[in-house]
């Protein structure tokens, strides 16, 4: 069983960047052909795709974010880490990762909620 879980810290100040990282357990990041992604759900909207990082380590990311997300990994730790810089109050989302297979979804996290505020 594939178990994701995020971490990072749950207030961020505005212009600073948010860093959050999933610790994958119960399969490797590396496994053909699975992609390893970042979604956030804003306070009253839908789910938000941010980017991905896939089995051989190329990334993807939405253009929404205008050039501010990166995504990377460290194989040795088995964990993906999202990087979203200049963060304003309308960041303010609960972040999830999720493993992509075709890019479908097939499992999450349980989320992380993040607030930018002063």
């Known amino acids: 069983q594939v178990q994701l879980q995020e971490s990072g810290p749950g207030l961020v100040k505005p212009s600073q960047t948010l860093s959050l990282t999933c610790i994958v357990s119960?399969?490797?990041?590396?496994?053909?052909?699975?992609?390893w992604s970042w979604i956030r759900q804003s306070p009253g909207k839908g789910l938000d795709w941010m980017g991905a990082?896939?089995?051989?380590?190329?990334?993807y990311y939405s253009p929404s974010f205008k050039g501010r997300t990166s995504i990377s990994r460290d194989t040795s730790k088995n964990q993906f880490t999202l990087q979203l810089s200049s963060v304003t109050p309308e960041d303010t989302a609960v972040y999830y990762c999720?493993?992509?297979?075709?890019?479908?979804?097939?499992?999450w996290g349980q989320g992380t909620q993040v607030t930018v505020s002063s």
């Open positions: 990082i896939t089995y051989s380590g190329s990334t």
């Open positions: 999720a493993r992509l297979l075709t890019w479908q979804a097939d499992y």
């Open positions: 119960g399969g490797s990041i590396t496994t053909n052909y699975y992609y």
